[in-house]
């Protein structure tokens, strides 16, 4: 199995950036699907962005397409999330996960993941 621990978030202004990293041990990422999920007070865990073992298929949400990249480094065994105009309603508290069933093509549903980190918050100020 495969452990994911979070970093990167923290509290910025509006139209700031942040570059969340999400590193994994255990087993290396290009063993899995990764993704990066959110969910903030109130709201249900929802699906951000997220690709296959490669790289090369590529999903966003779409309240985060053309502000956030999500890419991944498999030899340093690390995900990341950068996301730039950021907006208040990207606070949240964000997840990162890895999914060995669909590794291959990636996928938006958390069903589709086998394994969370502990995330890391993120606090956007107006």
């Known amino acids: 199995q495969v452990q994911l621990v979070e970093s990167g978030g923290g509290v910025v202004q509006a139209g700031g950036s942040l570059r969340l990293s999400c590193a994994a041990s255990?087993?290396?990422?290009?063993?899995?699907?990764m993704g990066w999920f959110r969910q903030a007070p109130g709201k249900e865990r929802e699906f951000v962005a997220a690709?296959?073992?490669?790289?090369?298929?590529?999903y966003y949400a779409d309240s985060v397409k053309g502000r956030f990249t999500i890419s991944r480094d498999n030899a340093k065994n690390t995900v990341y999330l950068q996301m730039n105009t950021l907006k208040s309603e990207d606070t949240a508290l964000y997840y990162c996960?890895?999914?060995?069933?669909?590794?291959?093509?990636?996928?938006?549903?958390?069903?589709?993941?086998?394994?969370w980190g502990q995330g890391t918050q993120v606090t956007v100020s107006s």
């Open positions: 255990g087993r290396t990422v290009s063993s899995y699907a």
């Open positions: 690709n296959n073992w490669s790289g090369g298929n590529t």
């Open positions: 996960a890895a999914g060995l069933r669909a590794r291959s093509s990636g996928t938006t549903s958390p069903w589709g993941y086998d394994y």
